[in-house]
């Protein structure tokens, strides 16, 4: 009778998951249909696959994060208008409006439309360009020694090892001097860390200005939360200087840069960062704010001072917009630029991603660019970390090679990198990949600069990219054995999931 009684449960589970995959995917119908087939033909595996990876949508937890942002705005707008009036009005010195006129491109006029009231453009930056993990690192520890009031660092994955340890001495230095240390770090992209009881040697010490919280904590009982994945590398001192980019803090991005014993002198990842002054900081700021105060349940007018968001002062001629993108906040913001991208390009699309699979509906937007004579070229790396995502993009290429997207796969260290650069006029860079993960799941941040010598440095960088990188051909796509063809096309058919 018991089994009789397991056998019920088992199909009543099956039945309440497929209503929700209905109730809640049915705008992706091929993910929809995937999510279905496990549920329904594989047997147990199926549903714990679902709670595990198919609530990251949940209406519940969306609607929680949209209420937590509207509060949060709202906080925003009252802190400024009330405590910090002085500061919203030098800020606004430096907004840029897209007139029509010279500056305001038809790229500009679109981002202005499609993104959320908050992706300002601001002009007055400077963004240096840090080339590998040991530039990043070593700009970003000397910053953290210099810190005078506050500094906040998040990253998708923080590593128990040295580097990690490094860096969080110094914090910890710092935060015996009196200085504010907040780390926000991801409970899934930082699993190892959490588990090695990395973060709990420093909050053990119960050092008072420093702390530490995780955006998305691990818990058995909602399995579903390794989904709400915050995949953002970010860290501002004092309120006047940003990192942001893709290096996330793991011995992997560097080299020889600590010179540690039997250590190889050439790096597992080669990525790019940068380092950014200027008014658009104050972004940076309140990006960071909107997540910790959501990961930790605090209201901003309790934590936000003068010290956060000094006065803006001009430091070089860079327009920047941030771009946050992610769902319950600003959903598909960081997808909308790259559509942008597609829509408006005159001349070239650049894109450097190292996990290349967009949706269906990129794929013909940069197909139907590539058929207006735009020169679209996409670098991945030649061996991915994931060797299903590779196969995923794979199974895209003959799409793409047939309709005149060139695609090249660099050599050398595993790359990182994720940029794009729009006709030689404008750059994408920061946390997202072209991939279904950062358009539809990832909590992303990205900035769009435009107007600067660091575009031309971007370019440089391309094409030195270019240069370390083998053309894919036609032939080699096509001359693959069936099961290969297969194992590809499945991989993709898993993208939207994995």
């Not at 990395?198 to 200005?209: A, S």
């Amino acid at each position: 009778m018991g089994a009789h009684y397991l056998v019920l449960f088992y199909v009543l589970l099956q039945v309440a998951l497929s209503v929700h995959v209905l109730m809640t995917k049915h705008m992706e119908p091929q993910s929809a249909m995937l999510w279905l087939l496990l549920i329904l033909v594989v047997p147990g595996f199926g549903i714990v696959f679902y709670l595990c990876f198919g609530f990251n949508l949940s209406k519940s937890r969306t609607r929680a994060m949209a209420q937590s942002m509207e509060e949060l705005s709202r906080e925003r707008y009252e802190y400024f208008k009330n405590k910090y009036s002085s500061f919203s009005a030098k800020l606004e010195e430096y907004l840029i409006k897209t007139d029509g006129g010279e500056d305001g491109s038809n790229f500009n006029m679109t981002l202005d439309r499609i993104l959320p009231d908050a992706a300002f453009r601001i002009g007055g930056n400077r963004v240096e360009l840090l080339r590998d993990g040991n530039s990043a690192y070593a700009a970003m520890i000397q910053a953290i020694k210099r810190a005078e009031s506050s500094i906040h660092l998040q990253s998708f994955i923080i590593s128990n090892d040295l580097i990690a340890k490094t860096i969080f001495d110094e914090l910890a230095a710092k935060a015996k001097q009196g200085i504010e240390v907040r780390v926000l770090y991801d409970g899934f992209g930082s699993i190892k860390s959490y588990f090695g009881h990395f973060f709990r040697r420093y909050t053990k010490k119960r050092i008072k200005n420093f702390q530490i919280h995780a955006f998305s904590p691990i818990n058995i009982f909602t399995p579903w939360r390794i989904q709400l994945r915050n995949h953002r590398k970010l860290m501002i001192v004092d309120g006047r200087i940003a990192f942001t980019g893709g290096v996330n803090i793991s011995d992997e991005n560097m080299g020889d840069f600590l010179k540690r014993p039997k250590r190889p002198k050439t790096s597992k990842i080669h990525d790019l960062h940068c380092r950014i002054t200027g008014p658009v900081v104050s972004e940076f700021q309140i990006a960071f704010f909107r997540d910790w105060a959501f990961a930790t349940g605090k209201h901003l007018q309790g934590m936000l001072t003068r010290d956060h968001f000094p006065d803006p002062v001009p430091t070089g001629k860079t327009i920047l917009r941030v771009v946050s993108s992610g769902p319950g906040q600003y959903f598909g913001a960081s997808m909308n630029v790259f559509y942008t991208a597609a829509a408006t390009a005159q001349k070239t699309i650049w894109i450097m991603s190292p996990y290349f699979v967009p949706d269906q509906a990129f794929v013909k937007a940069l197909c139907m660019a590539a058929a207006r004579g735009v020169d679209v070229k996409v670098i991945v790396p030649a061996r991915n970390n994931h060797f299903y995502v590779d196969w995923a993009a794979r199974s895209l290429y003959r799409t793409f090679l047939g309709a005149g997207v060139k695609i090249y796969s660099r050599k050398g260290a595993f790359s990182h990198i994720k940029a794009m650069i729009v006709d030689g006029e404008w750059v994408l860079m920061g946390s997202s990949n072209c991939d279904v993960r950062s358009f539809r799941l990832n909590y992303e941040l990205d900035f769009c600069a435009e107007q600067s010598g660091f575009i031309d440095d971007m370019r440089r960088q391309f094409q030195d990219e270019l240069d370390s990188s083998d053309p894919i051909m036609a032939e080699a796509v096509w001359d693959t054995s069936f099961a290969r063809q297969f194992g590809e096309n499945l991989c993709a058919l898993l993208a939207p999931v994995l």
